[in-house]
């Protein structure tokens, strides 16, 4: 996702003047090498930030992050928090755009990411009751639904923020926290299931 700036004519921005981000792509060339982003889905928001986003292994599904309201309805400085929303893929086209059945308007719900096998669905907020200043939170689908929210505790989160999660088919769960133990800043941090409890995050070393 970037705010970059790509038609000198045309530029979107909020209502503070801020260009709004979106997400890009990036395709492989013959030597495996990224060339030229281009814009992914530019239909997904009119006037909203969006991502970032994580789409599942069968890539059909696009959970990603956006704006709660998207235009120009909101006055100057009312909140406009984040939320969750899914598009699924119809061609070359991501269409059925849906909120997460859990978003609050009155908190940000966002980094979404969907495990290899669909069956948890990892994401950040600060709604009330978590560690600190941005929890990571975990649904498990049960029948097609997502689960309530569960907390993953003071195991993985802390007083601090954490923030994009990530499940590896390791069954490590990496993601970035600005907490004390690290290098400064956000860091990059995993925690392991073991007996159906996370274990304590370790920071990964340098580089």
């Given at each position: 996702c970037s705010n970059r700036k790509t038609n000198p004519f045309l530029t979107k921005k909020n209502l503070e003047g801020v260009r709004l981000y979106e997400l890009y792509f990036a395709p492989f060339d013959a030597d495996g090498e990224p060339v030229s982003p281009a814009r992914f889905a530019p239909g997904?928001?009119?006037?909203?930030?969006?991502?970032?986003?994580?789409?599942?292994?069968?890539?059909?599904?696009?959970?990603?992050?956006?704006?709660?309201?998207?235009?120009?309805?909101?006055?100057?400085?009312?909140?406009?928090?984040?939320?969750?929303?899914?598009?699924?893929?119809?061609?070359t086209q991501w269409t059925d755009i849906t909120p997460f059945e859990y978003n609050?308007?009155?908190?940000?719900?966002?980094?979404?990411?969907?495990?290899?096998?669909?069956r948890y669905l990892f994401f950040c907020s600060d709604m009330p009751g978590g560690q600190g200043r941005y929890d990571i939170?975990?649904?498990?689908?049960?029948?097609?639904?997502?689960?309530?929210?569960?907390?993953?505790?003071?195991?993985?989160?802390?007083n601090a923020a954490e923030i994009h999660p990530f499940l590896h088919s390791s069954g490590k769960?990496?993601?970035?926290?600005?907490r004390?133990?690290?290098?400064?800043?956000?860091?990059?941090?995993?925690?392991?299931l073991a007996y159906g409890?996370?274990?304590k995050p370790v920071a990964l070393d340098e580089p």
């Open positions: 997904l928001a009119k006037d909203a930030n969006i991502g970032p986003a994580s789409v599942t292994t069968d890539g059909n599904t696009l959970y990603f992050t956006r704006n709660n309201s998207e235009g120009r309805g909101l006055g100057r400085n009312q909140p406009n928090k984040l939320g969750i929303f899914t598009a699924h893929r119809s061609g609050n308007p009155e908190y940000n719900f966002s980094f979404p990411f969907v495990s290899a096998d669909g939170y975990m649904c498990e689908s049960v029948d097609g639904r997502w689960s309530q929210p569960v907390n993953l505790g003071p195991e993985v989160n802390s769960l990496y993601f970035a926290s600005d004390p133990g690290g290098k400064g800043g956000l860091d990059i941090w995993y925690s392991s409890s996370w274990t």
